[in-house]
């Protein structure tokens, strides 16, 4: 009978916890860090300003948590996600699309994140920090799986590739936190993957090489030959 009691105490205790959080996201994501109170998340939540304080000692802790509310599960299903996926390129593009379309789909948690917790140092220097990192970490972990492999080229800077990735997703989802656009960031994040990869698969590539050649003195003739090597 005990162990039932405690039980459901827990059950319920998680769900005022997940409650505020959500209701922080809203608010942080409506009025920014600094206007918002607690006092309004607590009526959000519909739990008293102390029952928050239970679970968070201050605005800020509460603000660094929020992660653990979306971010932290999300990354460990997309990591369990790719161990099933053979090749380091389509390992790397699900971890970009999943991403994105995580911020894509809760868009108030884009803008906490994009806006508030990434330019706070304080954040920087937390252990939810690093955990909320553990996608990006790994898109390192697959470049530098790509290129041992041979499947991407043996050149890259697994470190400027991730940057281009990454800072464009998180350029996409500040903006449209910002301005409203992208409408439809998804689409956009294709077309840059493509881009990219062009770039860093090892492939055959294809050189064009220009001759101008003088015929009769006259005739000037450009002849393009086309030289298929491996990268």
Do not use: C
């Not at 090489?209 to 002849?223: G, Q, V």
């Amino acid at each position: 009978m005990e162990k039932t009691i405690t039980k459901r105490k827990k059950k319920q205790n998680l769900e005022k916890r997940s409650a505020v959080l959500t209701a922080a996201i809203k608010i942080f994501a409506q009025k920014g860090f600094t206007e918002a109170t607690i006092s309004e998340i607590a009526k959000d939540a519909g739990v008293s300003e102390a029952t928050i304080y239970d679970y968070f000692s201050s605005k800020e802790e509460l603000l660094f948590q929020i992660p653990s509310e979306i971010s932290v599960k999300h990354q460990e299903e997309t990591v369990r996600l790719i161990e099933h996926v053979p090749d380091a390129a389509n390992k790397l593009k699900i971890l970009v699309r999943r991403q994105l379309s995580l911020y894509v789909e809760n868009e108030d948690y884009g803008t906490v994140l994009m806006l508030i917790l990434n330019v706070n140092r304080n954040f920087l220097k937390t252990e939810m920090y690093q955990e909320f990192r553990l996608v990006a970490n790994k898109v390192m972990n697959v470049l530098e799986e790509g290129i041992q492999n041979g499947e991407f080229r043996a050149d890259l800077d697994p470190y400027v590739i991730r940057a281009m990735l990454w800072g464009t997703l998180e350029n996409m989802v500040s903006r449209r936190s910002l301005i409203g656009e992208p409408k439809d960031p998804l689409i956009l994040i294709e077309q840059v993957m493509d881009i990219i990869f062009k770039g860093i698969l090892a492939a055959q590539l294809e050189q064009t090489i220009n001759l101008n050649i003088t015929l009769d003195s006259e005739t000037l003739t450009r002849i393009s030959m086309k030289d298929v090597r491996k990268a």
